[in-house]
């Protein structure tokens, strides 16, 4: 069962038992206020006992009642939030949907989720149209909260909420949510300071003893900071992967090849032995997710290759197997993919990096108090070290297996040197130096081109397995050889900008 996405932007306002909502015909642009009678709605909020959801502005709740019934889970996105949508379950008991504990799973785990709270509103909907279409509704709610403690609250709020799919453009939605708060306000509501119902009927959460990272500028402070900033895509994009969004799976790769990429190229800072085992925990998950993510990059190449070749020379017949052949592949290896993300393997990597980040393990060696500036350029000038080392390796046997691999070892090396420049450059003191910076979009250069050699390798060698089956099945297979001789074009291409961004690094 797919979960129904749809953005949120709304705003809430404090309202007295006796304040009259005002007149809303008079807005611009609206041409009728179509206000219903009060619905009863009930939702039960769920969370983990240290309250992990909340702590990242997440909510999950089964509400029942008024017209959107069922199970939701808002995720924050800027300004607005990205609200996900299941049916109720039918059954006697409540009964999470899986489909709604696994878009959680990177936060919960394997903890226990459990009921916080439940909150009954009596709910009046005031409908604002627009010509032929409902551009936002105004909801006047009367709120009573039990929280799991059996604490009582209650209140009365205003909330106004833009309609999904309107035509209104970014303009006219912002002017709309401002002349009707005008009105809100002049009407003797205030702009709501609370972040949810939730959170006011929970109040405050319980505050967790902050870390002293040390001075800013210090080794510790700039290491713990950056190594934050790469595990922020972990909890970004696991739940989109597992929501099919596109580019997804892509960039929870990134993320995860970011961090070990940041271990890799300080573990002569950090203490080696723990950034090893981490990494290759994190590895697991790499390898994962990119199996699958390979298959989607060679789908991405046979159609763009699909606009150059000459249907003389490469056949439908041929284009339509290697096709068939990648989507089952891609369907495959996500499966495994996702299976892995909902392991406790994966989970348990997830709480070894927890673990890390919450004191940086530094090497004996280094004062956490000095300044980061000296370890963190040495740490840069290495890198760039290893990445020369390789290449000239490689340019000395210029073909071969053994000449692959070093190349490989020198795009791998480059994505590591990018991904700490990254993640470095504007946390404050660690003063990289202008040239050290400048060497992220060198080296990214150097590891575009190193990557769109090996891609075109990979195609190369899985244009040749389809090939074979080809035959087998008594097909032509001329096509199959046009187009893995046309890769050979491309791959000379890509180490070109090679050599070019060896020199530039």
């Known amino acids: 069962m797919a979960l129904e996405a749809q953005r949120e932007v709304e705003r809430k306002y404090d309202v007295s038992a006796e304040i009259q909502l005002p007149d809303l015909n008079s807005v611009a642009g609206i041409a009728l206020v179509d206000s219903q009678k009060p619905v009863d709605l009930e939702a039960i909020y769920f969370d983990t006992p240290d309250h992990v959801l909340r702590r990242n502005r997440i909510t999950l709740r089964r509400r029942t009642g008024g017209p959107d019934s069922g199970w939701h889970v808002k995720f924050p996105s800027g300004e607005s939030r990205i609200e996900l949508h299941a049916p109720l379950d039918t059954g006697a008991y409540i009964e999470m949907p899986q489909e709604i504990r696994d878009v959680v799973a990177v936060f919960v785990r394997e903890n226990t989720l459990q009921r916080t709270a439940t909150l009954k509103t009596s709910r009046t909907f005031h409908y604002l149209h627009a010509g032929e279409e409902i551009v936002a509704q105004v909801c006047d709610d009367i709120v009573t909260s039990v929280s799991a403690s059996a604490q009582v609250k209650r209140w009365r709020e205003w909330e106004m909420e833009l309609e999904n799919g309107s035509s209104l453009d970014e303009k006219q939605r912002d002017a709309l949510l401002d002349e009707v708060e005008e009105k809100l306000i002049a009407a003797g509501a205030h702009r709501s300071l609370r972040a949810s119902k939730l959170s006011f009927a929970l109040g405050p959460l319980p505050e967790i003893e902050e870390r002293n990272i040390g001075k800013k500028g210090s080794l510790r402070a700039v290491l713990t900071l950056a190594f934050h ?19 997804a799976l892509h960039q929870l790769r990134v993320s995860v090849r970011t961090f070990r990429g940041l271990l890799k190229v300080t573990r002569k800072i950090v203490d080696e032995e723990r950034a090893r085992a981490l990494s290759a925990q994190l590895r697991v998950t790499g390898q994962a997710l990119g199996t699958a993510r390979d298959a989607e990059v060679h789908l991405e190449i046979l159609e763009e290759r699909v606009d150059r070749w000459n249907r003389d020379t490469v056949s439908e017949q041929a284009i339509a197997r290697l096709r068939t052949r990648l989507e089952t592949e891609q369907e495959t290896a996500l499966a495994a993919a996702l299976e892995h993300l909902r392991s406790p393997e994966y989970f348990a990597t997830l709480d070894a990096v927890d673990a890390f980040l919450a004191e940086i393990p530094l090497n004996s060696k280094y004062d956490a108090a000095a300044k980061a500036r000296g370890p963190l350029r040495l740490a840069v000038d290495r890198q760039v070290a290893r990445i020369k080392n390789h290449v000239e390796s490689a340019a000395a046997i210029s ?53 769109e050699h090996r891609d075109s390798l990979a195609f190369q060698t899985f244009v040749r397995s389809v090939a074979r089956e080809a035959a087998a099945a008594g097909e032509e297979t001329f096509s199959y050889g046009v187009l893995y001789a046309a890769e050979q074009e491309i791959q000379d291409f890509a180490l070109e900008r090679v050599r070019d961004g060896l020199k530039k690094l």
Do not use: C
């Open 229 to 247: 900033s790469a595990a922020s895509g972990l909890a970004l994009w696991d739940p989109r992967v597992r929501r099919g969004e596109p580019d």
């Open 399 to 451: 073909e071969g297996d053994e000449w692959i691999h070093l190349l490989h070892e020198a795009r791998k090396e480059a994505k590591s040197l990018r991904y700490m420049i990254r993640h470095l450059e504007d946390v404050p003191g660690s003063d990289l130096g202008g040239r050290r910076k400048a060497l992220r979009v060198r080296a990214e250069g150097l590891q575009n081109g190193l990557g």
